[in-house]
């Protein structure tokens, strides 16, 4: 099933299958398949968003999400994590979670077993060993030893083929129904506490069942100030294609921020209800993949300027990514 394509290709005869998966990164390939793999074997469109993502922050080779992200400025890796499903828009979601491999799951039980939307720090992870979540050391040892040299040395590292960024996946089964989620380990090396766009609804992530879902993945304080997933959504519902919606999400955030695009780092996914999707960023070099029966493939995204994006988001250190 599998193919990989590195470069654009036409997507009208892509348009309308279901169910379809759409992700960031190379690394959503594998994830959009655990995904349709889940949904085919009779899971909900939400169980497939949810198993996708899970088999992400499974992977210790992907430094900034889940098991094996890098840590931040202490030395500890805090994840966020946020789920969407399109009917009744419901939603969980979780912020500087410590110890726990699936922040994605714990989100889903937020918004399943709480009235709340979205726990962080000590009380998410309250929650989560209450709910038999196992806790588990997540700073590997490479992780580790990469963390001591920057702490020292307080100076960029080489950025390599093993950085990777936030998660985020977006499915439509075939009845229409929309849900999304996001994982992260957010920017190597933040400050601790820090939260970023991922587990914010409407930032990160956002699924409106009459319309499509957006998700998003970069350097999150240039997307949370614009509510960036919503308004690709917002634009999508104005008649815009998913594609377009991204592109001009980006221009308005730049107009708004003062900045050049280039500088932004962000990038967009997007899903509608008809099943066409599309994906923008502020550079060249944003793969993002696309997954339905008989199909999975990588694609490149719109790039709004000629500056490469560089290594896969977050995971320079953070004195790097917000210069």
Not at 253 to 276: C, Q, S, V
């Amino acid at each position: 099933m599998s193919q990989t394509i590195t470069q654009s290709e036409p997507h009208s005869h892509l348009a309308g299958k279901r169910p379809v998966f759409v992700s960031t990164w190379n690394f959503g390939q594998t994830a959009n398949e655990a995904s349709l793999r889940k949904f085919e074997a009779g899971g909900s469109i939400l169980d497939a968003v949810e198993e996708g993502i899970r088999l992400t922050e499974s992977d210790q080779s992907n430094a900034s999400v889940g098991d094996g992200g890098k840590p931040n400025a202490a030395g500890k890796v805090q994840l966020d994590a946020c789920i969407m499903h399109g009917p009744g828009a419901k939603a969980g979601s979780v912020g500087g979670i410590e110890d726990i491999a699936h922040p994605i799951s714990v989100a889903r039980a937020v918004m399943e077993k709480t009235p709340h939307v979205m726990l962080v720090g000590e009380g998410a992870k309250k929650f989560a060993l209450e709910q038999g979540f196992t806790p588990k050391n997540l700073l590997t040892s490479k992780q580790r030893k990469e963390w001591r040299n920057w702490r020292r040395e307080k100076r960029k590292m080489e950025a390599g083929k093993d950085n990777h960024d936030t998660i985020a996946l977006v499915g439509l089964d075939k009845d229409g129904t929309l849900a999304g989620g996001c994982s992260t380990s957010g920017l190597a090396y933040k400050m601790p506490g820090r939260v970023g766009d991922s587990p914010i609804l409407g930032s990160g992530l956002y699924v409106d069942n009459e319309i499509g879902a957006a998700g998003a993945t970069g350097v999150g304080e240039n997307i949370m100030r614009f509510c960036g997933s919503f308004m690709v959504v917002e634009y999508m519902r104005q008649g815009l294609t998913p594609e377009e919606a991204c592109s001009e999400t980006i221009r308005r955030i730049a107009r708004l921020d003062g900045r050049p695009i280039e500088d932004l780092h962000i990038n967009f996914i997007a899903l509608d209800k008809k099943g066409r999707f599309g994906a923008a960023g502020t550079g060249q070099g944003f793969p993002y993949a696309v997954t339905y029966p008989e199909y999975s493939n990588v694609l490149q995204s719109k790039a709004l300027s000629r500056k490469h994006i560089g290594s896969e988001g977050g995971n320079d250190p953070i004195e790097d990514q917000l210069k």
